[in-house]
């Protein structure tokens, strides 16, 4: 009789563990994030391979790491992906061109961003309205950082046509090309942000890594990173999805309660970089960005397709019906099942 009730016990702990309320039966384990960047903004679904939350969800996520966001997003769709660790503003963009993307996990509120300018222009550029003519380096062409630029552009009075817009990556590439020169201005989350603010390469127009700056400058808060999917998939694969999403979460739960250190000691050295120190001054720079839930706030996709709208007339004039690009049904079971 004890050996039962004791059997009984565990099966219900079992049943209340968040794996147990993410999904049932996984329709697909074996999952490949096609990851925009692996900046602080992009950590909650890193951190969830790190603290071995999809392995407690019963998935094998593989991380891939792209330069950009437009080419994390071809990976997808061109089948070597099955989800896309990146801008929720693609999701409104494919709309517009009939495409059904999902997304269904934020990861930040605000997208943690810099845009400034390379110290050679220091003297020349005092705003955004002098950087006609000028080089601007940004994650990849066609970008959510592109359109964040063209957006900061056409509010300056600057046709975006009459700048050269440069891929150079979030990462170590763009860092080096803005020191040396090769580009005049630069739009980058951390830990490049903070690198280049420290290092004196860099001054600052806009400031995206804390709400209030965001709100400054888009009106309105911006979820920007996040997790998406083709609609499809998610149909096929609801309990994958939830799996998914509650490893997330729960990873956002976690950095919520942690400290700086805490969280850079399980950031792989590859994403953080050997400078341990300067990593967790980037995490304090954009922490406010970070979802705490995973929950898209039904404000923020109006101020995304306002900055779309801006400087991409198919947007302007497609009618997209909003609601369909995100969904918080799986955040909100991963939630109710980790506050248990």
């Keep these: 009789m004890k050996r039962l009730l004791a059997l009984l016990g565990a099966v219900a702990i079992a049943a209340s563990s968040p794996a ?5 039966k996984l329709e697909k384990s074996d999952i490949k994030i096609a990851f925009a960047s692996t900046g602080v903004t992009y950590l909650p679904a890193i951190l969830a391979k790190s603290l071995g939350y999809y392995k407690d969800a019963g998935l094998d996520v593989t991380i891939a790491a792209f330069s950009g966001g437009s080419k994390a997003l071809q990976a997808m769709m061109g089948g070597s992906a099955d989800v896309v660790s990146g801008a929720y503003s693609h999701t409104i963009e494919l709309a517009a061109k009939g495409q059904d993307l999902v997304t269904f996990v934020v990861q930040v509120n605000c997208p943690g961003w810099l845009f ?19 080089r601007i380096g940004v994650s990849s062409p066609g970008s959510s950082t592109n359109q964040a630029v063209n957006y900061m552009l056409v509010k300056a009075g600057v046709d975006p046509k009459n700048v050269s817009i440069v891929g150079v990556g979030q990462d170590a590439g763009a860092v080096a090309a803005i020191k040396a020169g090769e580009i005049d201005a630069l739009i980058i989350n951390d830990p490049g942000a903070t690198i280049l603010k420290q290092s004196g390469d860099f001054k600052t127009l806009a400031n995206f890594q804390s709400r209030a700056g965001t709100r400054k400058v888009f ?17 096929a694969n609801p309990n994958t999805a939830q799996a998914l999403a509650t490893a997330v979460v729960k990873a956002e739960h976690w950095m919520a309660k942690a400290t700086p250190a805490e969280i850079a000691a399980k950031v792989p050295e590859k994403y953080r970089g050997k400078n341990v120190k300067q990593y967790e001054t980037a995490l304090k720079n954009s922490r406010e960005c970070i979802s705490t839930d995973g929950i898209m706030d039904k404000s923020g996709p109006k101020v995304v ?11 302007k004039n497609a009618h997209i019906d909003l609601s369909k690009t995100y969904t918080n049904k799986f955040t909100k079971k991963a939630n109710e099942g980790l506050s248990q």
Excluded: C, N, Q
């Design 116 to 134: 400034g300018i390379a110290k050679k222009d220091f003297d020349s550029v005092k705003s955004t309205a002098d950087l006609k003519g000028k």
């Design 219 to 235: 009106g309105g808060d911006y979820p920007e990173a996040s997790l998406y999917a083709k609609r499809s998939f998610l149909t």
């Design 305 to 315: 397709e306002e900055v779309l709208a801006s400087a991409l007339p198919d947007i």
């Design 20 to 24: 147990a309320h993410a999904a049932g």
